[in-house]
């Protein structure tokens, strides 16, 4: 069972739900588990403001967790994208998820939120000075839109993927049963848990 497919067994907003739909039909990795690529979704509305929020504790067998050695470098990454942010940071989140029966399979998510004036080149950006990753290609964007990537890590057996529009950065590292496959839809869908247009930004229920 995927990640995905144990948050859907969740209440999720409509949003969500709708995003969820979208990576079914688009945005996943093939057989050969290649970056699925294609025409990037349109960029957000420079005049959206998001933020970044916390998702749920727990997400059916994950749990958010604040084990410093799972956390890792969750903080310190989240620093350095506030440093690609145009203004000060008006939000941000430094956490990860790890279902306790197999420690390996973790979640780290960095975001942080405020303006980005050029999200293309903020990406180019955080694969170039902040993650070591190699095979980097675009993926689908989803409902949020903007920037999204995926490549491997070059220091440990996982996934690194990430984002930038004009309200937002955030990138994750993910390692899981799957490690061939790009996690995508894993990707896409957490992100939709933890960004959020500034005017709806409460915790998900």
């Not at 084990?67 to 430094?94: F, H, K, M, W, Y």
Request: aromatic fraction near 6%; hydrophobic fraction near 40%.
């Amino acid at each position: 069972m995927t990640t995905v497919d144990v948050f859907r067994r969740y209440p999720v907003p409509v949003g969500v739900a709708l995003l969820t739909t979208l990576l079914l039909v688009g945005g996943c990795s093939g057989p050969s588990g290649r970056v699925a690529s294609g025409a990037p979704s349109p960029t957000a509305s420079p005049e959206v403001e998001m933020r970044m929020v916390v998702p749920p504790e727990k997400l059916g067998q994950y749990r958010l967790t604040t084990d410093p050695a799972v956390n890792g470098d969750t903080g310190r990454i989240a620093a350095a994208l506030a440093e690609l942010l145009d203004e000060p940071a008006t939000s941000s989140v430094a956490l990860s998820y790890q279902d306790p029966r197999y420690p390996e399979y973790t979640t780290r998510l960095s975001g942080v939120s405020g303006r980005v004036g050029d999200p293309e080149g903020t990406l180019d950006a955080v694969f170039a000075e902040i993650h070591r990753a190699y095979d980097v290609a675009p993926v689908a964007a989803g409902q949020l839109g903007g920037r999204t990537r995926c490549g491997k890590a070059q220091d440990l057996a996982a996934h690194i993927c990430a984002w930038a529009d004009h309200g937002s950065i955030g990138s994750m590292t993910i390692t899981g049963p799957a490690e061939d496959q790009v996690p995508v839809r894993d990707f896409l869908f957490l992100r939709g848990r933890t960004e959020r247009p500034a005017a709806e930004a409460s915790p998900p229920a």
